[in-house]
């Protein structure tokens, strides 16, 4: 690392959740199941003083796929990758134009990057580096507090307010980036001040780095963050980030006091919009069940199914009170209660 590196660790090259991906063995060996990652780069991440006409390199721990890799790296701020040139493992880019004076980057491999048998990369790693003689002393650090997906790999963009800028994830427009733990934990170093910035949570959730907005989750942090020379960092920014096509969980508890031995126990939840949208459970030997359901108004009953149709049949099968339960996208419930209660008697 160069004399001039920040003695700071810089929390950048962060884990993220991987899907799947069809992975074919290698010639005359094994099943290769091992995903890549990045185990170099130039400049080292934390580096001042980089030449603005610095070859940038990256060196991954085995061969890449080309075409998968080249389109998960980026540049923030944004600049053109006019090509990219290999040589084993190591993929050094040919820029369109020279790097800015004075400017911090963040070098970028996206969870798109795919080994030649197409293992996904590890995890997504940002290298930070500075053209300056020092970073800039602002930073912005917090969490996501991620309810209903992996907070892990989130993407934090960062834009300066004076630009007035609307998010463009296919233009890589910002002025900064941050990538989230495992923990959801981020933080963006090397921020000019005076500024003001805002942040953007981005979820990519298909894992192809443009938003889509029917599968992916993009959430603005409410406050305008002011750095000065005074007060150059933000701490505890927390951004909490719903993805609403999440489903609500739900976890409880039947109780059954009747001495019947036949049958068993079913949880059933129906939709207030659509009586035919039905979930069924079963109990486990504690008489506990666990499942998941769309955000919504749901009424859950539990009944004791007698001729294990999985149907309730209100003349013949006891059940406990209906509970109607409004949810909302990624709703944890853990607190669900229900009674299984005699058959009425007729008089």
Not at 184 to 197: D, E, K, N, Q, T
Not at 297 to 321: C, I, N, V, Y
């Amino acid at each position: 690392m160069s004399r001039r590196a920040l003695a700071i660790p810089l929390a950048v090259a962060l884990g993220l959740t991987a899907g799947c991906a069809k992975k074919a063995p290698p010639t005359g060996g094994p099943l290769d199941l091992v995903p890549p990652r990045v185990i170099a780069s130039q400049p080292d991440s934390g580096t001042a003083g980089v030449a603005r006409d610095a070859t940038l390199a990256l060196t991954f721990s085995e061969g890449m796929e080309p075409r998968t890799t080249g389109d998960a790296i980026a540049l923030a701020p944004p600049v053109e990758i006019r090509r990219f040139r290999w040589s084993g493992g190591t993929v050094s880019l040919v820029l369109a134009e020279s790097l800015r004076a004075g400017r911090t980057y963040t070098l970028l491999v996206g969870d798109g990057a795919r080994d030649r048998h197409g293992n996904p990369i590890e995890r997504p790693t940002g290298v930070v580096f500075t053209t300056g003689d020092s970073f800039p002393p602002g930073s912005i650090e917090g969490a996501i507090d991620a309810r209903g997906f992996a907070a892990d790999g989130t993407y934090l963009w960062c834009y300066d307010d004076a630009r007035a800028t609307s998010p463009d994830s296919t233009g890589r427009d910002f002025d900064a980036l941050g990538l989230a733990d495992a923990d959801g934990r981020f933080r963006i170093p090397g921020l000019p001040v005076p500024a003001r910035y805002r942040l953007w949570a981005f979820a990519d959730l298909n894992g192809n780095r443009s938003f889509e907005p029917d599968k992916d989750v993009l959430a603005p942090y409410d406050t305008v963050l002011s750095l000065t020379a005074e007060t150059p960092q933000a701490h505890d920014c927390t951004l909490r980030v719903v993805n609403p096509r999440a489903p609500a969980r739900i976890k409880g508890t039947v109780i059954d006091s009747l001495r019947e031995r036949e049958g068993t126990v079913v949880v059933m939840a129906v939709a207030d919009t659509d009586t035919t949208r039905r979930v069924f459970t079963g109990v486990n030997d504690q008489f506990v069940f666990e499942f998941q359901v769309g955000a919504g108004g749901w009424t859950l009953r539990a009944f004791k199914d007698l001729d294990r149709d999985r149907q309730w049949d209100p003349a013949r099968e006891p059940a406990s009170e209906p509970k109607r339960i409004l949810f909302q996208p990624a709703d944890v419930r853990e607190d669900v209660v229900l009674e299984l209660r005699p058959l009425a008697r007729s008089p």
